[in-house]
């Protein structure tokens, strides 16, 4: 018997058959938009375990240079496939293996009567994960292609992208780097090159190509490359050329992931932007904001109401 409680559940199929689909509740948005962060207010507030959607993320290890929300952060929130893919044994871990897995714990989840979040900026997943039919070898956000995503979707969405102006936020990542490095990224990338295998799947994260001159120009063994007390490496002219590259980087992929968010709303993707903004600026302004009031009140109260609106129907 179908254990799934009636708030879960949906009787308004959009889509060809009748069957009751599971709800889901999924925020998007580029790199450093503060989806994170959402997710773990509306977890606490909906009973909800979190799925990271994050292709870098779900891999184990450069947990600062990824980006993964620290422990200390994440309120007791259970999060899955967050840094649980072995990137050695794994280096390839596609959006059809996260389809397969991200599937099964939704299953368990929703099993367990509570409310699977899918949360992260890989679309390419977030795409595989969620379409009726996935055909691994169209790649739907190629703007050549001739195949467009899907709106034929296996679960009941509640979709919020978070959105942030490309010159508000291309500033704030920017600061996110520098706050990165004063956070142990250097120590973290050392490690990393020391013992550089010769597959892993975290070798495309950002920071790893950018690295690779610095430590080539100063090897991780000999005394240079950890030097971040030391400070005169970070004076070199390989460090400062590595970080602006990291930054540049950074926000084209923040571009590229606003395309790709852009093309499945044009495809029929039920997106609810939510304009942060404001809240951004307002954190940059003002280094002692704890908890941005601007952020409460246009990013997390109506993301609250839309998605109680959505369990309600
Ligand atoms: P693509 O098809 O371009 O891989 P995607 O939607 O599958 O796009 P994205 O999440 O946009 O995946 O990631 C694209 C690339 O951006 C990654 O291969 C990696 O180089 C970088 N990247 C993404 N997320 C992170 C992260 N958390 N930390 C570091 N680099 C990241």
């Known amino acids: 018997m179908d254990s799934t409680p009636h708030h879960l559940k949906t009787n308004h199929n959009h889509n060809h058959n009748n069957k009751q689909k599971d709800k889901i509740v999924v925020i998007m948005g580029a790199t450093g938009t503060g989806k994170s962060k959402l997710s773990i207010d509306l977890a606490t507030r909906f009973h909800a375990e979190i799925i990271n959607s994050d292709k870098m993320q779900v891999y184990n290890g450069l947990d600062i240079t990824t980006n993964k929300i620290p ?14 893919v072995d990137p ?31 949360v992260g900026g890989s679309n390419s997943f977030v795409h595989a994960l969620l379409v009726d039919r996935f055909d691994p070898d169209s790649n739907v956000f190629d703007p050549s292609s001739r195949s467009f995503p899907s709106s034929t979707l296996r679960y009941n969405c509640c979709f919020l992208w978070v959105d942030v102006s490309m010159r508000v936020l291309s500033e704030y ?21 020391s013992e550089f295998p010769s597959r892993s799947g975290l070798k495309k994260a950002i920071g790893i190509p950018e690295f690779e001159n610095y430590f080539k120009k100063y090897p ?27 930054k540049d980087n950074t926000c084209q992929l923040a571009k590229k ?39 409460e009140r246009q990013v997390l109260e109506p993301s609250v109401k839309i998605v109680k609106r959505f369990l309600e129907e």
């Open 257 to 295: 992931q606003i395309g790709k968010i852009v093309r499945l709303k044009r495809a029929g993707w039920d997106l609810r932007r939510l304009d942060a903004t404001e809240a951004f600026r307002e954190v940059m302004s003002n280094s002692n904001v704890s908890g941005s009031e601007v952020w």
């Open 173 to 193: 990542l920017s600061l996110r780097v520098e706050d990165m490095f004063d956070s142990g990224m250097l120590d973290e990338l050392t490690e990393f090159f």
């Open 88 to 118: 050695v044994l794994h280096d390839d871990f596609s959006p059809l293996d996260f389809r397969n897995l991200a599937g099964s714990v939704i299953s368990d989840i929703v099993s367990r009567r509570k409310l699977p979040l899918i």
């Open 71 to 84: 422990l200390h952060q994440r309120c007791g929130i259970t999060h899955h496939l967050l840094g649980e």
């Open 220 to 246: 991780p063994h000999d005394g240079h490359g950890g030097g971040v007390g030391g400070d005169p490496v970070r004076t070199e002219e390989a460090y400062m050329d590595a970080v602006r590259e990291i």
